[in-house]
């Protein structure tokens, strides 16, 4: 059901607040929930977007009197049908104190995301980070308490009497998160000079990542309680890191196996012989049987991507036969290829399908 956002709730103020108490609860929730101190954190950027809105509604007199005449009722009630949800929407905006909507004191901390690219070696074999990342940490001037020192303890907040809710005027009115406690429903009476009651700042932090080997793109790993850290007395938040892997110039990998294109000369071809091919701990020689054509497959058993306590896989490598832009010296080619050709017609064993096709003896 869609209703009216409760400015006076977001704001933190109650509904006959003067135009000064609004202007000081707007300046201090837009600089707590900047974007600019909170890069990224889109629930930040939704929550300055809303004080900011209801400021502009509550800052005119003209726009605060026409939302104070349609706040109390929900938006479009009598124009949906009557269903399940929207029954219980409304027996949930009248009766919701009833069932109480108490907010625990203390407030865990959120997580923090952190996206870690590494090469498909250190991925794959396995490899330890340090990340260094700009993230809340507890505040060394209050201990992460939010308090100044020999200050009083957090109250209950006065504007929703620790509900972290408030419910606008009307019957048929809805709840709100408070704005002048969050939502903890705890406000500071003497907060930290230094954090202004968050009990954390934002600060340089590092930490050292192990991935395990066979770690693939996209895994997420989470290393407990290194998030942000929590208010009035709740946990601190994980540290979940994202990993990336960057695309090697000459290997893929698809699942246990690495896959890669041996490129060789046609003299290389022919011939025969062992050849390096790139491997994810480096240069490895490859035998290459007498005649290999472009499209034929060989394995480098034990050079595939090794899992924790069990076996590697293998590295398949397929066979591509380089042939040049020889244009410039066409002559030259030609020459060689028609006294190849010589040789071979004087020995027609050399050549036992063409001869057979051709109908030769």
Same mark, same amino acid.
């Given at each position: !059901?869609?209703?009216?956002?409760?400015?006076?709730?977001?704001?933190?103020?109650?509904?006959?607040?003067?135009?000064?108490?609004?202007?000081?609860? *707007?300046?201090?929730?837009?600089?707590?929930?900047?974007?600019?101190?909170?890069?990224?954190?889109?629930?930040?950027?939704?929550?300055?977007?809303?004080?900011?809105?209801?400021?502009?509604?509550?800052?005119? /007199?003209?726009?605060?009197?026409?939302?104070?005449?349609?706040?109390?009722? /929900?938006?479009?009630?009598?124009?949906?049908?009557?269903? !399940?949800?929207?029954?219980?929407?409304? @027996?949930?905006?009248?009766?919701?104190?009833?069932?109480?909507?108490?907010?625990?004191?203390?407030?865990?901390?959120?997580?923090?995301? *952190?996206?870690?690219?590494?090469? @498909?070696?250190?991925?794959?074999?396995?490899?330890?980070?340090?990340?260094?990342?700009?993230?809340?940490?507890?505040?060394?001037?209050?201990?992460?308490?939010?308090?100044?020192?020999?200050?009083?303890?957090?109250?209950?907040?006065?504007?929703?009497?620790?509900?972290?809710? &408030?419910?606008?005027?009307?019957?048929?009115?809805?709840?709100?998160?408070?704005?002048?406690?969050?939502?903890?429903? !705890?406000?500071?009476?003497?907060?930290?000079?230094?954090?202004?009651?968050?009990?954390?700042?934002?600060?340089?932090?590092?930490?050292?990542?192990?991935?395990?080997?066979?770690?693939? %793109?996209?895994?997420?790993? &989470?290393?407990?309680?290194?998030?942000? /850290?929590?208010?009035?007395?709740?946990?601190? %938040?994980?540290?979940?890191?994202?990993?990336?892997?960057?695309?090697?110039?000459?290997?893929?990998?698809?699942?246990?196996?690495?896959?890669?294109?041996?490129?060789?000369?046609? @003299?290389?071809?022919?011939?025969?012989?062992?050849?390096?091919?790139?491997?994810?701990?480096?240069?490895?020689?490859?035998?290459?049987?007498?005649?290999?054509?472009?499209?034929?497959?060989?394995?480098?058993? %034990?050079?595939?991507?090794?899992?924790?306590?069990?076996?590697?896989?293998?590295?398949?490598?397929?066979?591509?036969?380089?042939?040049?832009?020889?244009?410039?010296?066409?002559?030259?080619?030609?020459?060689?290829?028609?006294?190849?050709?010589?040789?071979?017609?004087?020995? /027609?064993?050399?050549?036992?399908?063409?001869?057979?096709?051709?109908?030769?003896?």
């Amino acid at each position: !059901m869609a209703q009216h956002q409760d400015h006076y709730a977001v704001l933190g103020v109650a509904s006959g607040a003067t135009l000064d108490e609004i202007k000081r609860s *707007y300046r201090r929730l837009a600089l707590a929930n900047h974007p600019d101190r909170h890069p990224g954190d889109v629930e930040a950027e939704e929550r300055f977007r809303a004080v900011s809105t209801a400021y502009a509604v509550l800052s005119d /007199p003209v726009q605060r009197a026409k939302y104070d005449a349609q706040r109390h009722l /929900p938006v479009g009630l009598f124009d949906q049908p009557v269903t !399940m949800q929207t029954a219980r929407d409304l @027996l949930s905006a009248v009766v919701g104190d009833v069932f109480g909507r108490q907010r625990r004191e203390r407030r865990r901390g959120r997580d923090v995301r *952190y996206t870690l690219t590494v090469d @498909l070696a250190e991925a794959a074999l396995g490899s330890e980070h340090e990340i260094q990342f700009e993230a809340l940490g507890p505040c060394a001037s209050c201990g992460g308490t939010g308090a100044k020192p020999a200050g009083r303890p957090p109250t209950t907040c006065p504007l929703c009497h620790g509900r972290g809710e &408030v419910k606008g005027e009307g019957f048929l009115a809805r709840h709100t998160t408070c704005g002048r406690c969050a939502g903890t429903g !705890m406000i500071q009476l003497d907060p930290c000079e230094t954090c202004r009651g968050r009990g954390a700042r934002r600060e340089q932090r590092s930490f050292k990542v192990r991935l395990p080997p066979g770690t693939e %793109g996209g895994a997420e790993k &989470v290393i407990q309680n290194h998030g942000e /850290p929590g208010q009035f007395g709740g946990g601190p %938040g994980n540290l979940r890191v994202t990993v990336s892997v960057r695309p090697h110039a000459w290997l893929r990998r698809e699942g246990q196996d690495i896959h890669c294109d041996l490129f060789v000369s046609p @003299l290389e071809a022919a011939r025969g012989g062992k050849v390096p091919v790139p491997t994810l701990t480096g240069s490895a020689l490859l035998e290459l049987p007498p005649g290999v054509a472009t499209g034929a497959k060989l394995r480098l058993r %034990g050079k595939g991507v090794p899992s924790e306590g069990g076996r590697a896989g293998d590295q398949l490598v397929t066979v591509v036969v380089e042939t040049a832009n020889l244009s410039s010296r066409t002559g030259a080619v030609v020459a060689a290829l028609e006294g190849l050709e010589r040789a071979l017609q004087a020995e /027609p064993q050399a050549l036992p399908k063409r001869a057979a096709q051709r109908g030769l003896k």
